[in-house]
C-alpha cells in the first residue's frame, strides 16, 4: 500500500513537473534558445522548398515568415540580440559575397559606370524626395533632407538571386553593387551631417576627425588585410577549417573598423570582400564553403529578421499615417526606377538589366532604417514616418525581389544559351596524374581553377606499374584516389576516378588519356631530384612521345591564390601550332581564378596573335608584353621572376614548329636557377598523327 501511494505521488509530482516545464517552453513568445534556433531552422527549411512550389522568390517568402512569426505577427518570436546579431551576421555576408564575387577587373573598367549609377541612385530619389516632402507631405528642411536621403539607400536584399542565377559577374550586377557603397557611404555622410546639424557640433573638428579616421580605415582594410591574408594562407596551408575562420574574422573586424571610423558595418564588410577577393579563387574549396554558409544559415536569418521589423499595423493607424506609407513607398520605388531607366538609356542596357538594375537597388532595409531610427530619436520625423518606412521596407524588399527574379531568369536563359552554344563546341576534360599524397592538393587545385564550365570533365589518374609489387600499388592507389575525390568534394566539384595497371606510367596516363579524349593532361615535378635521376623527367620524354594532348608539368611551391603575377615565356613561331589558342586559353582562366597580372614574353611576331586572342576571350586581367626571342639567355627572365609569381613556359615537342633546341636545357635551369618559383611547363595540344600512336 505505501509503495502504491508514493509511486502515484511519484508519478503525479512528475507529470506536474513535465507540463510545467512543457508550458515554460512553449511560452510565447518562444524564449528557450534552442526552441528559438529550431523554429527559425524550420523556416529556413520549408519556405524556400514552398515558395519553389508555387514558383515565388524564395526572398519573399522568408521575409513573409518574418512578418509572421515576429513580434508584430503572432508573436511566437522576439527580435532578441540573438536574432539581431544573427541577422547582422547576414548582411554582413551579404556584403562581404557580393564583393567577394566581384570581378575586379571588370570592375575597375566599369568603375566609371558604377560611379554613374551611384550619383544617380543616390541624387534621383534624394531630389524627387526634397519635392515631394517639402510640397506634399510639408516637412521642415531637416526632417525633409533626412527623409529623402533614406529614399537613397537600398540593401541588396536581392543578391543571392543574382547570385544563384549565375549573374554575379553581368555587367548590370557589377555596377549596382558598385553604385550600393557609392550611394550608402554618401546617405550615411549626410546622416552625419544631419546629425551635427541637430546637435550643434557640425565645426572643422568634426571634418578632419571623420576625414583622417575613413583614411585610415581604408588604408588598414584594403592595404593591410590583402599582404596579411597573403601571408596566412601561405604560412598556415591546406587548413581549411583555419582559412575559413580567418576570412571571417577580417568580414568582423573590418566591420569594426567601420563603425570605429563612422560608418556603417556594411562598408567595411564589402572592403574586406574587395581586399580578399583575389586571395579567394571563386573555385576553390574556401569559396564553396563561404557560400555554402552564408546561403544556407546567415543570409536567410538576416531575411527573416527584415520581416520581424514590418508592423502591417500601420494602414489601420488612421489616414495620416496611410497617406505617409503610400507618399514614401511610392516615392522610393520611383526614384530608383528612374535611376535604373536613366542608367540604361546612357550605357545602352537591355530592359532586362534595367529591371535588375531596379531590383537589386530598390529595396530598403537595415541603412533605410538606420537612418529613420536616428532620426526618430532625434525627434526629427515623427511616428508616422517611422511606421510608413516600416510599410516601406516591406513593399520594396517585395518589389525589389520580383523584378531581380523576373529579370534576371530572363538574362540567365540569355546568358545560359550563349555559353551553351560556346560549349557544345568544345569543353575541357582536365586528366589529373597523381603519384603521391604529398603533391596531391597542389595538382587537384590547378585542375579546380581550370575547369571554369559546369560540362568541364575532371578526372583523377593513378597508374600502377605491373611488377610483382603491383598489387600493393593498387591498394595504395585506391587510397590517394578517396583522398583527392574527398579534396575535389570540398570544393563542390565532382571527380571521376581513374585506377589502371600498366606497363609504364607514360604508357597508362596516354591509354587514359586517349580513352577519355582529355584536353589537359596534369603532372607534377618533384623538384627535389636531380634532372638526371627525378623520375618525371623520363616520363616526360615518353608522356612528350605518346600524347599529341596540352601536356602541363606542374611545380606549385605556394598558394595559386596569394600568387600576383604569371609571367609567359613564348618561342617563336608559337602562334602557328595548333594548341596556340587552347594554351592562351587556359593561361586566361588561371589568371581570372588567382585574380593575377599577366606578363608575355614572346618573339616580335607573337605579340600580335596574343593579343588578339586574348581580345576575343573578353580578356580583362591586366596584361604587359616584353620582346623575348633568345632561349639560350633564358635565365633573364629570373630579374621578372619572384616567389609570389608564377612562371609559365610555353615549350614545344620535338619536330613542331615552334620547337627550339634550348627547350631541352629549360628543366635543368628552372631546377637550378629557379628553385624557389613555382612554374608550370607548357607543351601545347598537337595534332594526332600515325607516328604518335601510344607506345608500351
Known amino acids: 500500500m505505501l509503495l502504491t501511494f508514493m509511486g502515484s505521488a511519484f508519478s503525479r509530482k512528475r507529470g506536474d513537473n513535465l507540463q510545467d516545464r512543457l508550458l515554460h517552453l512553449l511560452q510565447i513568445p518562444l524564449s528557450a ?40 505577427g503572432l508573436n511566437l518570436l522576439a527580435r532578441n540580440s540573438a536574432i539581431i546579431l544573427f541577422g547582422t551576421i547576414g548582411l554582413l555576408y551579404i556584403m562581404f559575397l557580393a564583393a567577394l564575387e566581384l570581378d575586379l577587373d571588370e570592375f575597375k573598367r566599369n568603375r566609371n559606370r558604377s560611379l554613374v549609377f551611384g550619383a544617380l541612385t543616390f541624387s534621383i530619389p534624394l531630389c524627387l524626395g526634397l519635392v515631394v516632402c517639402k510640397l506634399f507631405l510639408h516637412f521642415d528642411w531637416l526632417a525633409a533632407v533626412l527623409v529623402s536621403s533614406m529614399f537613397a539607400t537600398h540593401t541588396l536584399i536581392a543578391y543571392p538571386i543574382a547570385s544563384r542565377l549565375g549573374l554575379t559577374r553581368n555587367e548590370a550586377v557589377t555596377i549596382a553593387v558598385g553604385g550600393t557603397i557609392i550611394t550608402d557611404v554618401a546617405v550615411l555622410l549626410v546622416l552625419a551631417v544631419i546629425t551635427g546639424v541637430a546637435q550643434g557640433s557640425l565645426t572643422l573638428e568634426f571634418w578632419l576627425q571623420m576625414g583622417v579616421s575613413l583614411l585610415a580605415f581604408a588604408l588598414l582594410v584594403l592595404w593591410a588585410m590583402p599582404r596579411l591574408g597573403a601571408w596566412f594562407f601561405r604560412t598556415i596551408e591546406g587548413d581549411q577549417t583555419s582559412h575559413y575562420l580567418f576570412v571571417l574574422t577580417m568580414v568582423f573586424l573590418a566591420a569594426f573598423l567601420a563603425e570605429l571610423a563612422g560608418v556603417e558595418a556594411i562598408i567595411g564588410a564589402f572592403l574586406s570582400g574587395l581586399a580578399l577577393n583575389r586571395l579567394i579563387p571563386h573555385s576553390s574549396t574556401l569559396m564553396n564553403r563561404i557560400e555554402f554558409v552564408g546561403q544556407s544559415l546567415f543570409i536567410p536569418f538576416f531575411l527573416v529578421s527584415v520581416g520581424m521589423l514590418v508592423d502591417l499595423r ?181 571527380l571521376e576516378r581513374i585506377s589502371r595497371v600498366d606497363l609504364s606510367t607514360p604508357s597508362g596516363i596516354a591509354h587514359a588519356a586517349k580513352e577519355l579524349d582529355s584536353s589537359h593532361i596534369i603532372v607534377g615535378w618533384n623538384a627535389r631530384l636531380r634532372p638526371s635521376e627525378m623520375i618525371f623527367g623520363s616520363v616526360l620524354q615518353r608522356l612528350q612521345q605518346q600524347t599529341w594532348q596540352m601536356l602541363l608539368v606542374s611545380k606549385i611551391q605556394h598558394p595559386l591564390n596569394t600568387m600576383q603575377k604569371i609571367v609567359i615565356a613564348v618561342p617563336a613561331q608559337a602562334e602557328f601550332e595548333k594548341g596556340f589558342p587552347r594554351w592562351i586559353e587556359t593561361i586566361h582562366i588561371l589568371a581570372k581564378q588567382m585574380g593575377a597580372r599577366l606578363h608575355f614574353f614572346a618573339a616580335p611576331e607573337a605579340i600580335g596573335p596574343i593579343q588578339q586572342t586574348l581580345q576575343s576571350l573578353h580578356n580583362t586581367s591586366q596584361c604587359a608584353f616584353s620582346e623575348f626571342d633568345d632561349w639560350e639567355d633564358f635565365l633573364i627572365l629570373a630579374r621578372e621572376v619572384s616567389i609570389q609569381d608564377l612562371l609559365v613556359v610555353i615549350a614545344a615537342r620535338r619536330q613542331t614548329v615552334s620547337y627550339d633546341p634550348q627547350m631541352e636545357r629549360i628543366l635543368p635551369k628552372l631546377n637550378k636557377h629557379f628553385a624557389p618559383i613555382s612554374f608550370l611547363l607548357i607543351y601545347p595540344e598537337q595534332f594526332q598523327s600515325s607516328s604518335q600512336e601510344v607506345m608500351v
Not at 53 to 71: D, E, N, Q, T, Y
Request: overall charge positive; aromatic content about 4%; charged content about 15%.
Open 33 to 72: 534558445p534552442i526552441l528559438v534556433f529550431l523554429c527559425v531552422l524550420t523556416i529556413i527549411l520549408v519556405i524556400p522548398l514552398f515558395m519553389q512550389k508555387i514558383r515565388v522568390p524564395s526572398i519573399i517568402g522568408l521575409i513573409a515568415a518574418g512578418v509572421a512569426v515576429g513580434p508584430h
Open 314 to 494: 500601420v494602414v489601420t493607424r488612421g489616414w495620416d499615417a496611410l497617406i505617409v506609407a503610400v507618399t514614401l513607398t511610392v516615392c522610393a520605388l520611383a526614384g530608383k526606377w528612374l535611376a535604373a531607366w536613366m542608367t540604361q538609356k546612357l550605357f545602352h542596357y537591355s530592359p532586362d538589366q534595367r529591371g535588375l538594375l531596379f531590383g537589386l537597388s530598390s529595396a530598403h532595409a537595415a541603412a533605410t532604417l538606420a537612418v529613420i531610427l536616428t532620426g526618430y530619436e532625434m525627434k526629427i520625423v515623427d511616428e508616422n514616418v517611422l511606421n510608413g518606412t516600416i510599410l516601406l521596407i516591406l513593399i520594396t524588399c517585395f518589389a525589389g525581389s520580383i523584378a531581380a527574379e523576373r529579370s534576371g531568369l530572363r538574362l540567365a536563359t540569355l546568358e545560359g544559351s550563349r555559353k551553351a552554344s560556346k560549349a557544345s563546341e568544345s569543353h575541357n576534360r582536365i586528366l589529373v596524374a597523381l603519384k603521391n599524397e604529398a603533391t596531391l592538393g597542389r595538382l587537384l587545385d590547378l585542375a579546380l581553377m581550370l575547369k571554369h564550365h559546369p560540362k568541364d570533365q575532371l578526372h583523377a589518374l593513378s597508374v600502377v606499374e605491373d611488377n610483382e609489387q603491383a598489387q600493393e600499388g593498387v591498394f595504395l592507389s585506391h587510397q590517394l584516389l578517396e583522398k583527392a575525390t574527398r579534396h575535389a568534394s570540398a570544393a563542390g566539384t565532382q
